[in-house]
């Protein structure tokens, strides 16, 4: 925030001069403008100092108490500038009215830093780009696709189409896999509830049997002494176990094998696959209807699928097209797109219609990874009841069968 010393005409045409504090010379613009004077000087005099304890307060107690950027927040964000820049109305002019608009303090901390980007004679990719975490590489190349071709209108309301695609992805496997997973948490605390108190309170009374336990018993007894002493040092060994995995997936080799090893999974990889299919196809598409350079195009796609394992692949796609091999082949060559893809490519590059056609599979690859989500639960819940019948019926044939052999003892008594 600063002072700014500023001279206008009023709509009679009389001379106006005084200060004005502001984030930058264009915020003070519009406020001169909304009450009737037309700028002709605006020049800065001093900066407002910040509140010492403002200054004083750490970076990490500062996170603390921003919310952070989130997918709707960037959804909001590109239909509003699509709507805002189709209107008319200049970049500055629209990123000051997200900024006076918004409800997240995050995001206005960022959209005024693009502001002194582009106050600065920056680009508004290059704004774009000191904000990683908020803007991938693909929404950047988009946004800088746009700024050369003259439409940066057509390229935000086609980034707001795709990250609302994206957004509705998740969203719909989060939904599916949040009842199954609610089912193994129920029964892991059912097992560790039995475990540390109710079998050793059975475990008192056979002891008291003066006989031998039928096997089952005996398994059921030992894991559940095991529990009772070492249970600290199970927990311990737990943590430590998804610590080291969080740690192992962070490194580039183990970011590999994990995504590698996604499409392999029961049910749920072949789910993983065909989103990440989509999203590759939906994002081809997208980079080549908006003349984006292909090989920017790869780059950037490669990034945005969210899997190393397919972007590796599609890096080395990249690599024989720069070779000058065509599109089909680069893509056969990879050996993992599926033969649906492949043929879509080859009759794309044929008839030069390659975006329609991968947006084709983009939407088909949708629709069978919606209809897959939402049977998700129907294909999990009976592995989950005959699993939970074979939990139960273990533990009610260690549990009853000493005092069946009991009851037998006393009847033949």
């Known amino acids: 925030m600063a002072v700014f010393a500023y001279k206008g005409r009023n709509a009679r045409g009389d001379l106006m001069q005084g200060t004005l504090e ?6 003070v613009a519009d406020k001169m403008m909304n009450t009737g004077i037309t700028p002709l000087e605006i020049r800065e005099i001093r900066v407002v100092k910040e509140n010492p304890k403002d200054l004083s307060e750490p970076a990490w107690l500062k996170s603390l108490h921003q919310t952070p950027i989130t997918a709707k927040d960037l959804i909001l964000f590109s239909r509003q500038m699509h709507t805002m820049l189709k209107a008319g109305v200049p970049i500055m002019r629209a990123l000051t009215g997200l900024q006076e608009s918004t409800q997240n303090k995050s995001v206005a901390v960022m959209i005024q830093d693009l502001r002194e980007s582009l106050d600065k004679g920056r680009e508004l990719s290059v704004a774009l780009r000191l904000h990683p975490k908020v803007f991938s590489q693909f929404y950047i190349s988009m946004v800088q696709v746009g700024e050369v071709t003259g439409t940066l209108d057509e390229m935000f309301i086609r980034l707001h189409d795709y990250l609302d695609f994206e957004r509705e992805m998740h969203e719909n496997i989060r939904a599916a896999t949040r009842y199954p997973m609610f089912v193994i948490m129920a ?18 009374v056979f002891a008291g049997f003066h006989t031998e336990l039928p096997l089952i018993t005996r398994m059921l007894m030992g894991f559940s002494a095991f529990m009772v002493d070492y249970w600290l040092l199970m927990l311990v060994a737990l943590i430590a176990a998804v610590a080291a995995f969080r740690y192992y997936i962070t490194t580039t080799n183990g970011r590999y094998k994990w995504d590698k090893y996604k499409f392999k999974l029961p049910i749920a990889g072949g789910i993983l696959f065909k989103s990440t ?31 190393v394992f397919i972007g590796g692949h599609i890096e080395q796609m990249r690599e024989g097209i720069e070779r000058g091999e065509s599109i089909l082949r680069a893509a056969a060559a990879t050996g993992v797109f599926s033969p649906v893809v492949l043929q879509m ?12 056609l991968l947006f084709e599979v983009a939407n088909m690859y949708e629709r069978e990874v919606k209809f897959e989500v939402e049977s998700l639960s129907a294909k999990i819940e009976p ?10 019926m273990l533990l009610a044939l260690g549990v009853f069968l000493p005092l069946w052999d009991l009851g037998k003892a006393a009847l033949n008594k």
């Open 187 to 204: 029964m892991a605390v059912a097992v560790v509830i039995v475990n540390l108190f109710v079998l050793p309170a059975f475990a008192k």
């Open 383 to 392: 592995i989950l009841i005959v699993f939970l019948g074979i939990l139960v």
């Open 345 to 356: 490519i080859a009759v794309g590059e044929e008839t030069g219609d390659l975006d329609g």
């Open 277 to 307: 299919l989509s999203r590759f196809a939906r994002s081809m598409a997208l980079s080549f209807k908006s003349g984006m350079p292909i090989l920017q195009g790869l780059s950037s796609v490669g990034m945005v699928v969210n899997n």
């Open 22 to 27: 502001g984030d930058d010379s264009y915020a």
